[in-house]
Structure formats: C-alpha cells, structure tokens
C-alpha cells in the first residue's frame, strides 16, 4: 500500500474535509468548530480539541440559510449557515462563534438557537487594538477556556497552553517557509495548490498538519514540473476563497498566484503568538493587535497616505519580496469588511504603480464563468 | 340568487368566473393581447355565455390584477395577494402557504384560516423566478409550454445555469443547445433554478404544512415536480390554476358589499 | 502584411481585414447559435471582399463572447482589451469607452493607451441592448428606429423598472393609460441612460468619452446618456467594429514583436475548413 503524502495527501483532505475530524471524534477526540481566523486554536489544542475551520460550500445552492439571514448579508456566511443547517457540522462538540464581521456575529446567533452543539461559545472581539480592548479581549479569551474546559473534563494550565503555542507556531513558521517558495519566477507551489494546502491543515490536528507541511516543502523543493511561468505574479487581497475551482480560474487566465493576504491564507498563519509569561497576554495581543484583517480600526494618522501607510505597508512589503506585478481585490458580495475599504485599498495599490481587478463575486460556482473575460482583460493588462 | 362575477386581468392572461353564491358557475381564460380593456370584456362576455347569462343579471363584479383598473364598467377591486389568498382558501382551505407563478412575478402568500393574508414576498426588482421564462424556453426550444413538464421529469442531468436573469438565461440555453445538451437537461436546470430562487422566497415567509401552488407556473408538472423535490413535501394544485385570483376577487367583492350596505 | 481580426459577440459577429494602416474590409453580420461555423463563413466573406486569400493572412485574433470558438485563429484575446486598442487608434485622447453591446454593457478606463481599470454588467439585461431589443420588439417597432422616435418626447414617461421584462410590464401599462409611444420610449431611454450612467460611473467618467457598439447607434440613448454625464460624447464612423478592430492591431502587433523568425512558433498550423459540433439534422 502506498502512503499518500504531500501535496496529494493535501488534496485528499481538501476533498473530504470532514473526513479526518470524524474519524478522530470515533476514537474519542473532541471537534471545536470554530469561525474566522480570531479564536485561538492554542486554547482549543491545549484541552485536547482538534479545532476545524468552520467554511461554506460555493456549489451548494443556497436554499436553507435564507429563512434565518437575510439577503443582503455577505454570500459567505449565508453559505456557512446554508451547509450547516443541513447537517455538515452536527458532529461538533463545541461551536465557537466569534464577531470577526457582522455575519460572523449573526451565524453565532442563529448557530445557538437551532443547531445544538453540545458546548457552544460566542467569542466578543472588540473593535479596535486600543490597550483596554486588549485587556477586554484577553479576559474573554479566558472564558471561552473555562467554558471549553467544562466539556473537556480538564483544566487547561498555563504549561500546557504555552505548548500548544509553541505547535502553532512551528505551524507558522512552515506555512510562512511554504510561502517563501513562491519568490521565485515561476512560483513553487500553484494558487491552487496552496489553497489546498491552507484548507488541509484547517482540517486536521496541527501536529498533523506540520507533518503535512513539511512534506509538502520536501516536495515542491524538488520538483521539477511546477507552475509555468506566466506574465502575471498577483496578490489576492480581501474575501477568503476556500474553492479551487475560483483559483484554477484565475491561473487558467495567465495569472500565477504567489501570495495573499486573505482569512484563508497568510492572515490566518502570517504572525506569530508571543510566548509571553502569561500566556494569555501573547494569545490577546496576537488574535487582537497582529491579525491584519481590516476588520480592526487602527489609529489614524496625520495624512491620509500616512494613515494608510500604518495600516497597509505590510502589503508593500508582500509585493516587494513576492515580486507582484497585479492585485486582485476579491470581494464576496455583501462582504462589509473588505466591500468597504475597497477605494482606500486600491488607491494604495494604484500608488505602487500597479494594475488592481476588482471582482464583487457571488460565493458560487455556477457564477464563475462568466468572471473568466474579465480576469483575462486582467492579465492582458499586465506588463 | 346572487350572482357574482370575479375578473383577474393578469400581464398576460385574462381570467374570468362567474359564481352563484359559493358555487362557480362557468369560468372564461384567454390572453389578453395588449389591450386589458379589451381582454376585460372578452373574457367577461365568455363567461356570462357559458353560464347563460346575461350582464344585467350580476348583482356585482370583483376585479384584480394589473389590468383591472382599465375595466370601465362598475367593479370592486382588490390586490392581487388578497385575491389570491381569498380565492386559494376557498379552494383548499388547508392550505396556510401559497406560491403563485405568474408571468412576471411570483409571490409566495402566508394565508389564515380565514383566507386573509397573513406575509407575503414578491419579486418586484427583477423578473427571476417568474413563469416568462418558460414561455420563453419553449419558444426558443420549439416546445409547446404544456409540454415542458413531461420533458423536464424524464432529464437525469438538469443544466446549471448562471444566470437567473430571465433574459440572459434565454441566451444561455440557445447556448447549451449548440453545445449539443439534451432539451430535457435544458428545462429541467431552469426548473431546478427557478424551484430555488422560489424556496428561498417560502423561506422568508417560513414553510407551513399545507402548501399549494397556483397561476400559470402550476400547470408545469415539471416545475411542480422539482419544486416538490427542493421543499420537501407535496404541493397542491387547483384543478384550474389560472382563476383562483377570479374567485377571490369574485368573494372579497361580495363580502365588502355586505359591509357597505 | 495584412492581419485580421474576428470579434464573434452575443448578437453580433464583426470581422476587420487591415493591412497596414489601411481598413480592407469589413463585415458585420448576427450571431446565431453556432459559433465554428459562423466563424468559418464570416472570415471567407472577408476574405471576399478584401480581395485576399485565406494564405496571404500573416495573423488573426479572435475575440469576443465566442472567442473560443474560432478554430482558425492563431490568438484569443478578450473583448475588454481589444475594444480599448480599436478606440485608441481611432481617438487617441480617449480616457473611457462606454460599449453597449447586446448581452452586456462595458466602462473601460484608458490612460496612456492601456487599461487602467474597467466594469462589467453581464449578469442581467438590464442596462444591455438585449433591453432596447425587447422593448422595441414589445412595441412592434424596429430597433433602429426607437432611438429618434424617443427624442421627439417633451415630456418621458416614467419608467420605475430596469428589469428588462418588468419594464416591458410597465410599458403595457403606460400604453393601457394612453401614455404617447414618443413619451414611453423617451422614459425607457432615460431609465437605461441613468442605470449604464450609475454603472460606468464607478470608474469615474472622464473626457474624452467614445461611446461604441450597437447602443451607441441609439441617437436617444446617446443623447440621454451625454445628458447625465454632462458633456458630448465621441463615435466611430462604425461602433460595432471597435472589438475585430482592436484585434487585428494586437495581430499585427503580435507578428511585429515576435520578429520573422519567431512568427513561426506563435503562429498556429491553420486551415480553412467548416467545422462543426452542431447536429445538423434538427
């Protein structure tokens, strides 16, 4: 029997996303399903709950979510309702909503009413990175601990909340060394490969998960058929993309991808968690102050370009090292968080002297064919 | 004796029945060509004829519809969704949800006991979702529209269109018929389409045990078939969808007689 | 060297023989659902007309909605950059094009002779020439005619509606009222003026505005349009051929960038025959 591994084991996981969690919850290892990149995994890993990313599904029909949202909300977050009302998620033990956006904090609510997670925690995120918001953040931190530990039946102690850090950031650092590959021309590792990937190790425990990893770096190091070279190296800034059938789009079109700065991507593994006296300090101030999701205000600055600059020189930095010559900005429609910043964030690209596609896309499937003339009429204009 | 005559003058049909009290008497149904006014007295004259009887004999008319304000003669009318509700619950009295495929649009209506509407959503921005397209597919297809249902239940692989714009999906199916798709496919993925965008309509007015299904959309079987598979459950259909509007206006006009006098 | 350029639209198939700088010949003609064989036949009237053979073309560029759809072409580029180039070389201050074609409606943003930013509606009808196709069948009239009944108007209708077929609705209505066919068509006008207007808008209207495709051969959609915008528009001599013409400048400058040696590998092994994936029995 072979072993699949790599990249192939990577879209295994991608395909069955459930598959892993089930079959560990049928040796006795508790679930936590949980929203957007801002509840600590650390929290979760350390009572011994393997933390799954809770995503919706782009070819599934919306036909249930809309007796409980309404239409105008952000299509993500309708779709995760959607999956979840029809069962997908009924073997959680534990539901962790969070108030990463408005949706997020709808679904939380919804979520509790009617599909009954044995254990089910609203994390209250604030709004801002101001000291007393840290310190606000980390006091709730600390009750989504005590309500996890009353299911796991055990304490979780700072020892053991300190290691778990320490896993999660050797999962960062290799997702950061994966990253690194694609500074090369042509990239390692496709936009859709690395999809896969993020999405794969969303899934699994994260010890698996670096195992997975470093195979996967073993293994594009030394391929010799990669991604062809193409004339566009873009970023993809905004709306998370969890289907590879809207990356392959892209690429299909002249367009490699080489980096992102979206929820299922670098935002969710970028930084990482300070290994401070206190634990909770490090978790706080990293899931608070260091995720870069706009979704946080940060204090404006004298000049717009400096404002700017205080919230977005990460993203200079992103297109410096990658080598980008084009950002697509893709937003799901209703998407309040990124819809939003769309004219600043452009205005801020425009600036590096770069083309920027726009797409306000439906979170569907059957709505992705169409986009292809205008990704194409994209690469075209790309030097 | 108290007859009663209910006229629902739709954008596409002309519908008219003639009551005695709670019992229908004839009914008349022809498309209206343009003219409402027209289409009004047509379909008037028809039914008063199928009955034997004579204009002068009705003690009152209740209209509704697009067209009922064209109507010259002395009238009460009524909204649509009123009408409908009234008219639904006279004929199934179970039923507490009703969906109406009309030509463009299509209303899904939350009904009382008593036949009173209790929620309803229309689509009133954008035609998705309505019965034009079926008219419209069997044109392009060269399919007579009562056929559409028979084959649309025999298609194993419904297309999946793009687009819910009426309009466009005209153009996606000429498409998918040069790429060689079977016409069953082809209709049955607009009834798939057209069953979704429905039941996230019912869904906003919550789903009850007892639904039906009126207006030209419930004499598709294939619709019907579809939207059945999507909700879940068995849809009721009148045994003449086009004139449950009719009746209703027929009754609400009769009942605010009795108000006002 | 002569180049050519195919633009099969939703509606409309446009070809462009150029050689050099000068236009060999040009036809136009209505897509119909077979795009292979349309493509196949459109190319040999060209051809016709330009009096060339099918041998002598150095390069095509196929763009367009069935872009994909020409066998014989030796490149495929899409209609957004392909209108940008036709426009420039016909007006070379354009900042926008507004393309209203039949199954969509176009912004693009040029600056310096490259696309700076564009917007797309093509997910429904409304603000496309699918809308004026419909309401004109609706009233009975022919669609190059609506434009300049729609001006004879003083007093526009009002149209709530710009879904195509509620618009047809309220069109009955209006008719049913008594309202003047001039009145009605000055309305619809307005209403698909003022929604292309909000559409295009989001990439900031700036001068020298062309406007091309079939709307831009609607004088009132025209006149309507250069009302909310505030100033006049341009026009090609033929607004429908911008796309086959942008296409048949990226050929040729496609062959001159590869060089004659290199011409060899871009260049696809072609013929000239009817391919078709249409049951030809109905």
Redesign the interface.
């Known amino acids: 029997m072979t072993v699949i591994k790599g990249l192939a084991r990577a879209e295994q996981i991608y395909q069955d996303r459930e598959k892993r969690a089930k079959e560990l919850k049928a040796e006795g290892k508790k679930i936590a399903g949980y929203l957007c990149c801002y509840p600590p995994l650390e929290i979760m890993t350390s009572l011994g709950y393997m933390p799954i990313r809770i995503m919706g599904e782009m070819d599934e029909?919306?036909?249930?979510a809309?007796?409980y949202l309404p239409?105008v909300m952000c299509a993500f977050y309708r779709s995760v309702l959607d999956v979840a009302m029809k069962g997908r998620y009924d073997y959680l033990d534990a539901f962790i909503g969070a108030h990463a956006c408005d949706g997020a904090e709808r679904v939380s609510y919804v979520w509790r009413s009617y599909l009954k997670s044995p254990c089910s925690f609203y994390l209250d995120i604030p709004h801002t990175n101001h000291a007393a918001a840290i310190e606000f953040f980390k006091k709730q931190l600390f009750y989504l601990k005590e309500e996890l530990e009353k299911t796991a039946g055990k304490k979780a102690t700072a020892a053991m909340i300190k290691e778990a850090v320490t896993l999660h950031n050797k999962q960062r650092s290799l997702v950061r060394q994966l990253y690194e590959l694609n500074k090369q021309d042509p990239p390692l590792v496709s936009g859709s490969e690395m999809l896969q990937v993020m999405i794969a190790i969303m899934c699994i425990p994260p010890e698996e998960g670096n195992v997975l990893l470093e195979e996967v770096i073993e293994e594009v190091k030394g391929r010799a058929e990669g991604p062809k070279k193409k004339k566009g190296r873009i970023l993809i800034w905004g709306s998370l993309i969890d289907n590879i059938a809207f990356t392959k789009l892209i690429e299909d079109c002249g367009l490699n991808i080489v980096i992102d700065d979206t929820a299922i991507g670098t935002r969710s593994f970028w930084i990482d968690v300070d290994e401070t006296e206190d634990p909770f300090d490090g978790l706080a101030i990293r899931y608070l102050d260091k995720i870069v999701c706009p979704r946080t205000f940060r204090d404006t600055k004298n000049t717009r370009m400096e404002d700017l600059d205080n919230r977005f020189s990460y993203l200079k930095k992103m297109i410096k090292d990658w080598n980008v010559n084009g950002v697509y900005m893709n937003i799901i429609r209703n998407c309040d968080i990124h819809g939003y910043e769309i004219s600043e964030v452009r205005d801020y690209f425009e600036e590096m002297g770069l083309?920027?596609l726009v797409i306000e896309q439906d979170y569907s499937t059957?709505?992705?064919?169409?986009l292809r003339?205008?990704f194409?009429?994209f690469a075209?204009?790309i030097n | 004796m108290f007859y009663k005559a209910g006229l629902d003058i739709g954008s596409v049909m002309a519908k008219a029945v003639i009551m005695d009290n709670d019992k229908v008497l004839s009914y008349s149904i022809m498309p209206n060509r343009g003219s409402f006014y027209n289409a009004a007295n047509n379909v008037l004259k028809e039914a008063l004829e199928k009955a034997g009887l004579t204009y002068d004999k009705l003690n009152i008319i209740g209209t509704t519809g697009l067209g009922a304000s064209f109507i010259t003669y002395p009238h009460i009318k009524n909204t649509e969704v009123a009408c409908q509700s009234r008219g639904m619950n006279y004929l199934l009295p179970s039923v507490r949800i009703v969906i109406e495929v009309g030509d463009q649009s299509t209303r899904v209506i939350k009904v009382t006991e008593k036949g009173r509407v209790a929620d309803c959503v229309i689509n009133d921005r954008c035609a998705a979702g309505s019965g034009r397209i079926l008219l419209i597919i069997s044109k392009v297809l060269r399919v007579n529209i009562n056929d559409l249902g028979n084959f649309s239940i025999t298609s194993t692989n419904p297309v999946r269109f793009s687009t819910s714009c009426s309009v466009f999906a005209e153009t996606e199916a000429i498409s998918r018929i040069a790429e060689g798709i079977k016409k069953e496919d082809i209709i049955a993925g607009l009834h798939q389409s057209m069953a979704i965008k429905i039941y996230s309509m019912i869904q906003k007015v919550k789903i009850e045990e007892k639904c039906a299904i009126t207006g030209g959309g419930a004499k598709d079987l294939g619709l019907v078939k579809m939207l059945q598979k999507i909700i879940g459950k068995d849809l009721l259909v009148p045994d003449e969808p086009f004139i449950s509007g009719a009746i209703g206006a027929a009754l609400m006009a009769a009942e605010k007689e009795v108000v006002f006098t | 060297m002569i180049f050519a350029g195919i633009d099969i639209g939703s509606t409309i198939t446009k070809v462009v023989i150029k050689q050099e700088e000068e236009i060999r010949a040009i036809i136009i003609q209505p897509t119909g659902a077979e795009h292979r064989r349309l493509a196949h036949e459109v190319i040999k009237k060209a051809l016709n007309n330009a009096d060339v053979t099918f041998d002598q073309i150095d390069f095509i560029v196929a763009t367009g909605y069935g872009r994909i759809n020409v066998p014989f072409a030796d490149a495929q580029v899409s209609e957004i950059t392909c209108h940008m180039r036709g426009v420039s070389w016909l007006f070379p201050n354009v900042r926008t094009v507004i393309d209203i074609g039949g199954q969509d409606c176009k912004g693009i943003k040029v600056v310096n002779g490259k696309i700076r930013n564009f917007i797309m509606n093509d997910k429904c009808a409304a603000g496309t020439g699918r809308f004026l196709e419909v309401i004109s069948e609706t009233l009975g009239l022919k669609l190059e005619d609506i434009g300049e009944i729609s001006l004879r108007s003083n007093d526009p209708a009002g149209i709530s509606k710009t879904c195509t077929i509620f618009a047809e609705q309220e069109i009955l209505l209006r008719l049913s009222e008594g309202v003047s066919i001039e009145d009605i068509l000055a309305g619809l006008h307005k209403a698909l003026a003022g929604r292309i207007y909000s559409m295009v808008g989001k990439i900031k209207i700036e001068k020298d505005v062309v406007i091309t495709g079939g709307g831009a051969k609607n004088i009132g959609l025209c006149k309507y349009l250069e009302k909310r915008i505030g100033f006049s528009m341009l026009t090609p001599p033929e607004p429908l051929i911008t796309g086959a013409l942008g296409a048949s400048i990226i050929a040729q400058e496609m062959v001159t960038k590869a060089g004659e040696e290199k011409l060899a590998h871009i260049k696809k092994e072609r013929k000239l025959e009817a391919v078709t994936f249409f049951d030809e029995a109905d």
């Open positions: 029909p919306l036909t249930e809309d007796t239409t083309p920027v059957t709505a992705l064919e169409p003339t205008r194409q009429a075209e204009s």
